[in-house]
C-alpha cells in the first residue's frame, strides 16, 4: 500500500508561473524525498529532506517538511515547459530498511 | 543518465511465461531495490538487496523472485506471467543498506512488460 498521497492530483499552469505540490504521509520517517518522472520514463532523484529539516532549497525547488502534519510540499518556482513530468514524494520510513514507499503523485503540466 | 542500466528496455510475452530483468548498479553502489509501477498500483516497492543478501521485501508475488550476484548485479525473474503483471519495472541502486538517514536512489530507466 502507498504511504503518501499527493495533492493535486493533476496541475496546469502557465510559463514562469509558480507550482505547489502537497504530499501526505502515514508514519515517521528517516527522510522525505521528490522524485520528477517523464512520461513512461525513469525516476529522476530531485531532493531529499531529512526529518530533523524543515526546509530545503535546491535552484528553483523549495520543498518543506512538517513532521508534526506528516506532510511535505514541493514548491518549483518559475516554471518551464521542460518541467512538465510526474512528481512524485517517497518516503523512506525509520526501519531497518531503506525501501521506498512512494505516494500517488501529481502530474504537472506547464503551458508554453 | 543515473549510472543505473537495465535491460531489456521493452518485453513482450504471453501468459504463463517466465521473463528475466537486469539490472547493473551504479559503480560503488550496494544496495539494489526492484519497483514495479503500474496504472492501479502506483509506484510499489518489491524487494531490496543488499551486497548479496535479501534486506527487505514489499509487495512481491511469489511467483516473482530475485537475486544478487557476487558483481552486484541483480535479476528480477517473474513466473507463470499474467496479465495484470504488465507493468514498468524499474531498478534502483543506493550506497547504504539500512539504518541511514540519507538515501539517495538512483533509479535506471526501467523495463516495460507487457503481458499478452
Known amino acids: 500500500s502507498q504511504q503518501g498521497e499527493e495533492d493535486p492530483q493533476a496541475l496546469s499552469i502557465q510559463e514562469g508561473e509558480n507550482a505547489t505540490m502537497n504530499c501526505s504521509y502515514k508514519t515517521s520517517i528517516n527522510n522525505l524525498q521528490w522524485y520528477r518522472q517523464n512520461s513512461g520514463r525513469g525516476l529522476v532523484h530531485l531532493i531529499l529532506i531529512r526529518s530533523n529539516e524543515r526546509e530545503k532549497h535546491s535552484g528553483r525547488l523549495r520543498v518543506t517538511l512538517d513532521t508534526s502534519k506528516k506532510s511535505s510540499s514541493l514548491l518549483i518556482t518559475a516554471s518551464r515547459a521542460a518541467d512538465t513530468a510526474s512528481y512524485f514524494c517517497?518516503?523512506?520510513?525509520?526501519?531497518?530498511?531503506?525501501?521506498?514507499?512512494f505516494g500517488t503523485g501529481t502530474l504537472l503540466a506547464v503551458q508554453p | 543518465d543515473s549510472g543505473v542500466t537495465q535491460t531489456p528496455k521493452h518485453l513482450i510475452t504471453a501468459t504463463g511465461q517466465r521473463v528475466t530483468l537486469r539490472c547493473s548498479p551504479r559503480s560503488g553502489d550496494l544496495s539494489v531495490y526492484w519497483y514495479q509501477q503500474s496504472l492501479d498500483q502506483g509506484l510499489q516497492f518489491l524487494i531490496q538487496y543488499y551486497n548479496g543478501e535479501e534486506r527487505a521485501k514489499g509487495n512481491i508475488l511469489e511467483r516473482f523472485s530475485a537475486q544478487q550476484f557476487p558483481d552486484l548485479h541483480s535479476e528480477l525473474n517473474l513466473s507463470s506471467l499474467e496479465l495484470g503483471d504488465s507493468a514498468l519495472y524499474f531498478c534502483a541502486s543506493s550506497v547504504a543498506s539500512g539504518w541511514s538517514s540519507y538515501n539517495e536512489q538512483f533509479f535506471g530507466p526501467g523495463t516495460r512488460l507487457t503481458v499478452l
Open positions: 517517497a518516503t523512506d520510513a525509520m526501519g531497518a530498511t531503506n525501501k521506498l514507499i
